[in-house]
């Protein structure tokens, strides 16, 4: 009896497992009782398998958007278009180190600087220098002065070559001075303060070499003036010296000589004939 209970319990529990493996298994089939959505008639089946299922339509894949942020769009180059340089005009002569003579013949005075004048110690070295700066080339002439000309008819202007301030260079150089702005009456002008701290910082170089002292050499000491030696006295009469003239003789405290009274008389000449000498 054990042995039959034994069989049937390992029986069923073999179908238990076929069941569930052909539930499992592809092929296996669903019934459906009742009617479906379509109409059908209770009884009929709906199967679908694993490996329609598995080979059904294929699905497509959600666009996966980049994460590299697209190239930044480059805008065509432009070419600044460069402001226009001044032509310039050219210097016909350097009358000293701050005016010049300009194409037609206008005269330029170069504004806020002062250098020497014709004559003057410096004149010759500030002129040149000036010229250095300008080497033949044009310069450009930029108003800026309270006045557009001064009282002799010349132009006020900064003077420019390439874009160098040459009145600051000269003072820079040491061969001018900061001059005729807002200090001395002539009116403040735009570039005033850069050209007084300019000055402030540049020692003038406006020094003409002085021609060393001459002295002359010591002459011989002159000599001695010698004691006047008297003369001895004379042989034949006589009692004073006997000297060559009466310069002489009155000279060492000697004459007047009397014709017939002293015998000196005869010793020199009576140019008067008065009867007289030494007198």
Not at 66 to 91: Q, R
Not at 267 to 276: I, L, V
Request: net charge negative; charged share 20%.
């Amino acid at each position: 009896m054990t042995r039959l209970i034994r069989s049937v319990v390992g029986l069923l529990a073999a179908l238990v497992i076929v069941t569930g493996c052909l539930d499992s298994s592809p092929g296996a089939t669903k019934s459906t009782q009742g009617q479906d959505a379509s109409g059908s008639s209770p009884g009929a089946t709906e199967t679908s398998s694993v490996s329609e299922l598995s080979q059904g339509s294929p699905t497509t894949a959600p666009a996966v958007e980049s994460t590299t942020p697209p190239p930044p769009e480059t805008a065509a180059p432009t070419t600044a278009t460069p402001a226009p340089v001044p032509a310039g005009v050219a210097v016909e002569s350097i009358t000293d180190g701050d005016t010049i003579r300009v194409a037609g013949g206008v005269k330029v005075r170069l504004i806020g600087i002062d250098t020497p004048e014709r004559g003057q110690c410096g004149y010759s070295e500030a002129a040149m220098h000036l010229a250095s700066l300008i080497r033949g080339r044009n310069v450009v002439l930029v108003p800026g002065a309270r006045d557009d000309a001064d009282k002799y008819g010349r132009l006020l202007r900064y003077v420019e070559v390439e874009g160098v301030d040459l009145n600051l260079e000269m003072i820079r150089s040491g061969r001018a001075i900061a001059r005729y702005d807002s200090r001395d009456g002539y009116g403040r002008h735009a570039r005033q303060d850069d050209y007084i701290a300019a000055d402030a910082a540049s020692p003038s170089t406006n020094f003409c070499a002085q021609a060393p002292a001459t002295t002359a050499a010591p002459g011989p000491a002159p000599a001695p003036l010698a004691s006047p030696t008297p003369a001895a006295p004379a042989a034949g009469g006589g009692t004073d010296p006997r000297f060559g003239t009466c310069k002489e003789a009155k000279a060492n405290g000697f004459g007047p000589y009397v014709q017939g009274v002293n015998p000196e008389y005869g010793w020199y000449r009576d140019g008067d004939r008065d009867g007289t000498v030494c007198e």
